[in-house]
């Protein structure tokens, strides 16, 4: 399907140029679904971010794009889907950008004034 753009007037140029961003989000969105359903809550996991050797942990939580994993030693990470690997998959990493660290994660423990709070 071919449109013509130069016959378009300035209005109908803006809303194609909304339906086609909001047509990309979606695409990417469901890409980003389609990677996390690989992983199911619970699941061991491996991923290497940048510099900093390889990191084990389990999948706590799904995000919009990401999901969280805790590490053993409590370290929380939104890692990108397409980073993560099963512990015990062979040593590849499938993505390229790197993995966000976060501040620890500690159970139960409420939140105080001037705690920085995530998502």
Do not use: C
């Amino acid at each position: 399907m071919k449109i013509d753009i130069d016959a378009l007037s300035e209005s109908e140029l803006v809303d194609l140029n909304h339906r086609i961003v909001e047509r990309l989000r979606f695409i990417g969105q469901m890409r980003a679904h389609r990677d996390m359903l690989e992983f199911g809550i619970g699941d061991r996991v491996w991923f290497e971010p940048d510099y900093r050797g390889r990191i084990e942990g389990m999948v706590t939580r799904y995000n919009k794009k990401t999901v969280s994993v805790i590490t053993d030693d409590g370290r929380r990470w939104t890692v990108s889907p397409r980073l993560l690997q099963r512990v015990g998959s062979p040593n590849s990493a499938r993505g390229a950008k790197a993995a966000k660290p976060q501040k620890p994660w500690k159970p139960h423990q409420p939140a105080l004034p001037g705690d920085i709070l995530d998502e």
